[in-house]
């Protein structure tokens, strides 16, 4: 299985400053198709997850623009540019590129 | 609107079974694969397994956790989805969740919560 590990587990940071996750994976997610089924996921307290960011870099409907991921291969990273407090919950990364699917641990970002 | 909806939780005790309902409206259901994912309570996601779309092949595909277990249905007239969870184990406690999609889900229920206890 691809193991994701994501870093840090825990992240505070000052409102409107930015916000920076790592997502490392065990095996490159290059699917045979040549897509890289990288997916980020948030979740708020309370809440189903909702995508944020699919194949690596591309922003779901509705998603705000202050939210960017970037990486290739094995390597990817969330970017929130100026976090608000409707920002707070936890995050994951997940791979859709090898079954089983797999989420990374989550992490909780929270206002400092 | 897409909405996604699951229903059929509660408590069962071990060993026993327990179907899982996902109803889907705001669009062509039988287009897209039916995903399944859970969540212990205060712990993370997993991936249970997903339907392809029949235009896929319309096949099952499932984590090791579960295969054998359980097993993942559609009713593309009713846009439903079902989660059948036989044998149940403790360690089965979780909010299962249907999504749209396969791959990373683009839209999620709200999920229905599954206690196995005696």
């Given at each position: 299985d691809v193991v994701m590990t994501q870093s840090p587990l825990s992240l505070p940071v000052t409102l409107g400053q930015p916000a920076s996750i790592s997502c490392s994976c065990s095996q490159s997610l290059v699917h045979s198709d040549g897509n890289t089924y990288l997916n980020w996921f948030q979740q708020r307290p309370g809440q189903s997850p909702r995508r944020l960011i699919h194949k690596v870099s591309n922003r779901d409907s509705g998603v705000p623009d202050r939210f960017s991921g970037s990486g290739s291969g094995t390597d990817f990273t969330l970017i929130i540019s100026r976090v608000e407090a409707e920002d707070v919950g936890v995050y994951y990364c997940m791979q859709g590129t090898h079954r089983p699917f797999t989420f990374g641990q989550g992490t909780r970002l929270e206002i400092k | 609107e897409v909405q996604l909806v699951e229903s059929g939780g509660g408590l069962v005790q071990p060993g026993r079974s327990l179907r899982l309902s996902c109803t889907a409206s705001g669009f062509t259901f039988g287009d897209y694969t039916l995903s399944w994912f859970r969540q212990p309570p205060g712990k993370d996601l997993e991936w249970v397994g997903f339907i392809r779309a029949k235009g896929y092949g319309g096949t099952p595909e499932?984590?090791?956790?579960?295969?054998?277990?359980?097993?993942?249905?559609?009713?593309?007239?009713?846009?439903?989805?079902?989660?059948?969870?036989?044998?149940?184990?403790?360690?089965?406690?979780?909010?299962?969740?249907?999504?749209?999609?396969?791959?990373?889900?683009?839209?999620?229920?709200q999920g229905t919560l599954v206690t196995v206890s005696s």
């Open positions: - | 499932y984590a090791a956790s579960v295969k054998g277990r359980f097993t993942i249905s559609r009713d593309d007239s009713t846009s439903l989805g079902y989660l059948q969870m036989d044998s149940l184990k403790i360690e089965d406690t979780a909010v299962y969740y249907c999504g749209r999609g396969a791959g990373g889900s683009d839209y999620w229920g």
